[in-house]
């Protein structure tokens, strides 16, 4: 659902960015402030920005296919005297009538020398994609002319010296098939045939990668090829693919044992999978073997076979991969929860060290570890962890129920003072837009025009360009420049493309650049950004058909489903606002079409029928309902039966066996704590449990 086609038609020139926050005043009416109007603003493109980049679409795709038009060509040298917001491509459009000149081997090397940029690297701006597209397009043109040689000439210094600057991307896959045809074509040619190979191979071996079938077939074969092939039979996708699947069949047969009640024939059948994938390692996924070595336990677990379990959670922590090193670390707590036993998941603590590696765990174990010491009696260093946690998280589940658990722990204290730990009473930088340079405004104005094309490729660039620009680049006066902090420059261009971007309805954009400027503390969490990450659209909608339930969940859960995109689709046919999958709708409306899912009122009206009648089932029980609606009913089902040992919610939702749904749980739960402080609710006062059960004034109709 990462959409982001930006349709930002007008953008800037503002009074004051932002208005100021006083939280000092515990009377403070939060919805008025969060509400607030900004002042309006616009910055409109031209007509000829908005030409450039239809034509800049039509070269892209040109390129793609490996072929120059002299008419698009023709077109961007008309523009280099033209004004308008696109001048920092003139160096490109040089380079483009240069390449589109080239008729010769000694004019390709006078048009089309390239400055060697790494594989695969990181494209930061438009300017920057299109100067690697044309050296891509060089180094195809290259391959082809050579191919116009006859077979039997010596190939020049400068043709092996071009194709060795080259063969990085060649062998990483560029052009595979001019590789292959150019060395069927000098095959024959014994001499100069081994240089080109000898070329190659060298690369191959360099960067340990195997070269396809068709280019193995027409290669030269070296003693350090075949020696090479010997030593790397991972690289064969054959037996990589035979090692993965045996590996596979190796963990999975211990569940098999488990659900027959077979555990010691189970707990010796994983020690042999585990020491086939350490015999074999390089040839098995490291993330799928720590997955299926995590689900063996947990299928010990389920079955009460809780040191056993424990025993291979350990085990699957000694092979998981480094970015699942926080989860695997969990599975460690997690037995100890459902069993509410703290003075073991405290003995764990411990025993792991887990409060001196505290910093580099993500939120989810942050919490659990503060937690385990509230329950064994130390609130004091609890609390000091529940305040990182929201200092370092503030959007997410756990810094939500840390705020909780300080406001279990400090009765005396009021809500606001409480709220203020996770809402910055700091305000914004306040800049004009007349601050900006026209480096800044042109990037604003190409945004505008990529989001009207519906190019989201180029959307994405422009927007990873403008987040990057310096204040020395981003501000026109220097002197300026050096009073404003980088944080408070940052905080200018975060906060302004959120809050523009939130105004074309463009949410999903607008979440990830929030999400990951928090990510880079180059933003805080405060009252006014909050309006921007939770809207309010469809609310008035939502309300008059939100079929007796609270529309604050109804609009949090269509959030998370569609980012208020009534026309949205899922892969699998779940349709509109609230993300209905035809037949469910149909069995409140047997008339209904599918077009008509569409529409934000049927939506919603069926989609709140449907979400109703799932509360009722599971008797208000929000994590069952939730978890449901993005499961499917009868899972739920077979997981109260199965897995869910505990009723503690946390650790319900801790148990969930999805890991898209016990996300789904979390992030609505999120969603309505913020959707409530926008509606002006207490959020703090009613206990942590409660939160999760839900009633309701009357029944369904």
């Avoid at 989810?364 to 998280?393: C, E, P, R």
Wanted: proline share 3%; glycine share 2%; hydrophobic share 40%.
């Amino acid at each position: 659902m990462e959409v982001f086609i930006l349709r930002l038609i007008t953008i800037a020139t503002i009074t004051t960015c932002y208005i100021s926050v006083a939280l000092a005043n515990p009377n403070l009416n939060f919805a008025s402030i969060a509400m607030a109007e900004d002042v309006p603003f616009k910055l409109n493109y031209s007509p000829i920005d908005h030409e450039i980049g239809k034509d800049l679409v039509n070269l892209y795709n040109d390129f793609s296919k490996n072929e120059i038009r002299p008419s698009v060509v023709a077109k961007f040298i008309s523009y280099k005297n033209k004004s308008h917001s696109f001048g920092h491509l003139n160096e490109m459009i040089d380079r483009l009538e240069l390449v589109s000149k080239i008729k010769d081997q000694d004019s390709f090397y006078n048009n089309c020398t390239i400055i060697p940029r790494p594989v695969n690297e990181f494209t930061e701006s438009l300017a920057h994609r299109m100067d690697i597209t044309i050296d891509k397009y060089c180094r195809f043109l290259f391959l082809k002319n050579l191919r116009k040689f006859s077979s039997n000439i010596n190939l020049s210094t400068r043709d092996l010296n071009f194709l060795r600057e080259a063969s990085s991307f060649y062998v990483m896959g560029e052009s595979q098939t001019e590789v292959s045809a150019l060395l069927k074509h000098f095959k024959n040619n014994k001499i100069e045939h081994e240089k080109i190979s000898d070329l190659l191979i060298a690369k191959y071996v360099e960067l340990k990668t195997k070269p396809t079938s068709a280019i193995l077939a027409n290669l030269h074969v070296s003693t350090l090829l075949n020696k090479f092939l010997a030593n790397n039979l991972h690289l064969d996708n054959n037996s990589s693919s035979f090692f993965q699947e045996e590996f596979q069949r190796l963990i999975k047969e211990p569940q098999d044992l488990v659900e027959k009640g077979d555990f010691a024939q189970a707990k010796r059948q994983v020690i042999s999978a585990l020491t086939f994938y350490s015999k074999n390692k390089k040839f098995i996924d490291e993330k799928r073997a720590w997955v299926g070595t995590t689900l063996a336990a947990k299928s010990f677990f389920y079955k009460g076979k809780d040191s056993d379990a424990i025993e291979i959670f350990t085990l699957a922590r000694a092979i998981a991969p480094k970015e699942e090193t926080s989860e695997a670390t969990f599975y460690l707590l997690w037995p100890h929860l459902i069993n509410k036993d703290y003075k073991a998941m405290k003995a764990v603590i411990d025993k792991q060290d887990l409060e001196k590696k505290f910093e580099t765990f993500d939120s989810k174990v942050q919490y659990w570890i503060a937690y385990a010491l509230l329950k064994t009696g130390d609130s004091k260093k609890a609390t000091t962890y529940f305040n990182k946690i929201i200092n370092s998280s503030p959007y997410s589940f756990y810094s939500i129920i840390s705020l909780k658990e300080i406001a279990a722990q400090n009765k005396g204290m009021t809500e606001q003072e409480i709220l203020a730990k996770l809402i910055s009473k700091n305000s914004p930088a306040e800049f004009k837009l007349d601050v900006a340079s026209n480096d800044l405004k042109d990037a604003l104005k190409r945004l505008a025009v990529w989001n009207a094309l519906g190019q989201e490729r180029f959307a994405v660039l422009e927007l990873r360009h403008l987040q990057l620009m310096d204040k020395s680049v981003g501000l026109k006066d220097k002197e300026y420049a050096k009073t404003v902090t980088n944080n408070e420059y940052k905080e200018f261009i975060v906060l302004n493309l959120v809050r523009l971007l939130h105004s074309q309805d463009k949410y999903i954009a607008s979440f990830k650049i929030f999400q990951d400027s928090l990510g880079e503390n180059s933003l805080s969490l405060n009252y006014r950004l909050i309006k921007y990450i939770f809207p309010l659209s469809y609310l008035s909608v939502i309300e008059k058909n939100s079929n007796d339930l609270d529309p604050l969940i109804v609009i949090s859960l269509i959030r998370q489903e569609s980012a208020f995109n009534p026309q949205a689709t899922s892969r699998v046919g779940a349709k509109g606002l609230m993300q209905l999958m035809p037949a469910t709708a149909k069995r409140f409306n047997k008339k209904i079409k599918i077009s008509q899912l569409g529409d934000p009122k049927t939506n919603v009206t069926l989609g709140a029928k449907y979400l109703r009648q799932l509360f009722t089932r599971f008797d208000g029980n929000l994590i069952y309902t939730l978890a449901s609606y993005n499961a499917g009913e009868n899972r739920i089902d077979r997981w109260k039966k199965e897995i869910f040992r505990n009723e503690d919610p946390l650790a319900t939702i801790e148990s969930i066996p999805f890991e898209e749904t016990r996300n789904y749980v979390k992030l609505i739960y999120r969603n309505k704590f913020f959707y409530s402080l926008l509606s002006n609710r207490s959020v703090l006062t009613t206990p942590l449990d409660e939160t999760f059960k839900v009633t309701f004034s009357s029944e369904v109709k």
